[in-house]
């Protein structure tokens, strides 16, 4: 199922969907931080459109990504990214990913982690 283009989608929703669909990465600024992400899954939680994202450069609100590969997810809510657009480099992930840990009430868009 695609929604790109619902005229109550943020606009961040199209460049992410695009990105989960090809495994690009994506260059977004969330919060007044740069992050460098590859987006897993596009859905809803309580009512807001979020993103699942694996961090692979950047800041997070704490500071510098965690050196574990399997700590770098985030929750993005799409309507707190400032710009978001297609980055060069090679797609990232994790050994933790599945469609079962995803945390959304509703998944649209996922990564197949197979």
């Known amino acids: 199922m695609t929604l790109t283009g619902h005229p109550l989608l943020p606009v961040a929703w199209s460049v992410l969907e695009r990105a ?3 495994r690009r990465r994506v260059r977004l600024g969330y919060n007044g931080r740069d992050r460098l992400v590859c ?3 596009l859905g809803w939680k309580n009512g807001r ?3 699942l994202v694996y961090q692979c450069d950047g800041m997070t609100s704490e500071g510098p990504i965690a050196t574990s590969p399997r700590q770098r997810w985030r929750s993005l809510f799409l309507d707190d ?6 980055a060069s480099g090679v797609w990232q992930s994790a050994d933790n990913y ?17």
Do not use: F, R, Y
């Not at 599945?98 to 197979?114: E, Q, R």
């Open 98 to 114: 599945s469609l079962d840990t995803i945390l959304m009430d509703t998944v649209v868009v996922a990564v197949n982690p197979k």
């Open 39 to 41: 987006p897993h899954a």
């Open 20 to 22: 989960i669909q090809q």
């Open 81 to 86: 990214i400032e710009h978001a657009g297609m």
């Open 49 to 51: 459109v979020v993103a």
